[in-house]
């Protein structure tokens, strides 16, 4: 009869102790921390982040990963600033003017792909001088950073206005691309993507927003765009931060390491053969392999060079780049 009454004692213990452990979340999953990127609904940072969820890197690090996707600039922008996603891409310029003015962004740096002016293969122009009178297509505006970089630079080396010498046609990206094709335009400065479409395409770099930058004092390829957060928050979530970025690097590893993944990733590229080699081997190029301090110091001299062609329009008050743009994990 004891041995019985044993049993069930025995047999009521274990199942309490099952029921307590039902109520115990697993390790994993309390650690994991959600961690919200905005981003442009076909922006090519979905390829690096696609790479991270695809192959678990974000689970590897404990964050969940969760994207959201915006319409435009503009509206990432403003969903950073409400608070709505935790990370966005944008450049270290608009991350120094809002410093400037009090918000405490910072940013990790994620791409020096940069644009390049493009011309046909058998254009005549062979340098900036040759051309002049002619017309060119600028993508992002006036007061895009690589067309004035390489304003600076042809000031710097011809002594001229590349403005004032040549016709200038300012459009969105994918018009100026199909015009360019068209014989539309005598040459296009455009975003590294679609230089690289052209490319494949049969055209040629004229020159490169890179090559400008050294020119015009940077000691190598300045990561154009970066992820940028808040300070406050990556204070508050340190583990999140330290996950992502290590997602981040992780995801950059396999693509600059596996043509599997790229082939992976081309039905989200839309493109393939050629076209997406030429892809590939552009994205592996602008993976940022330089000390921070490298970054930072080359950041800072081209911020001068923006700011003397730019103005207040472009950098607002500040005349330097502000301390605290690019960030140090504590």
């Not at 690289?196 to 400008?212: D, P, S």
């Not at 508050?236 to 043509?259: C, M, W, Y």
Request: aromatic share 8%.
């Amino acid at each position: 009869m004891g041995g019985r009454i044993g049993r069930i004692g025995r047999a009521v213990c274990w199942l309490l102790a099952l029921l307590f452990l039902m109520q115990v979340p697993a390790g994993p999953a309390s650690a994991s921390e959600t961690v919200r990127v905005g981003v442009l609904k076909f922006g090519t940072v979905n390829w690096e982040l696609d790479t991270i969820k695809h192959n678990g890197l974000d689970q590897k690090h404990g964050i969940t990963l969760d994207v959201k996707f915006f319409a435009g600039e503009d509206a990432t922008n403003v969903a950073m600033m409400a608070g709505d996603v935790d990370i966005i891409v944008s450049d270290w310029l608009w991350v120094s003017r809002q410093r400037a003015s009090g918000v405490d962004l910072t940013m990790v740096p994620y791409s020096s792909a940069v644009g390049a002016i493009m011309v046909p293969q058998q254009s005549p122009i062979q340098g900036l001088g040759d051309l002049t009178g002619k017309t060119i297509g600028v993508a992002g505006g006036p007061l895009d950073k690589s067309w004035l970089l390489l304003q600076g630079l042809a000031k710097k080396e011809l002594g001229t206005d590349l403005s004032d010498v040549n016709e200038i046609a300012y459009g969105a990206p994918p018009l100026l691309a199909e015009k360019v094709q068209q014989g539309e335009l005598d040459a296009v400065l455009n975003f590294w993507h679609f230089c690289a479409r052209l490319e494949a395409k049969g055209f040629r770099r004229l020159i490169g927003t890179n090559e400008a930058a050294i020119a015009l004092g940077a000691s190598g390829p300045v990561s154009a765009l970066g992820y940028i957060f808040h300070d406050k928050w990556a204070q508050e979530n340190p583990e999140a931060i330290k996950g992502f970025v290590a997602a981040s690097t992780d995801a950059k590893a396999l693509l600059e390491s596996s043509d599997t993944e790229w082939e992976r990733l081309a039905p989200l590229i839309k493109a393939d053969g050629r076209e997406l080699e030429v892809l590939r081997d552009r994205y592996r190029e602008g993976i940022p392999n330089r000390p921070l301090a490298d970054e930072e110091r080359d950041a800072g001299k081209l911020y001068a060079v923006l700011a003397t062609i730019g103005g207040e329009k472009l950098v607002g008050s500040s005349k330097t780049l502000m301390p605290g743009t690019f960030w140090r994990a504590k």
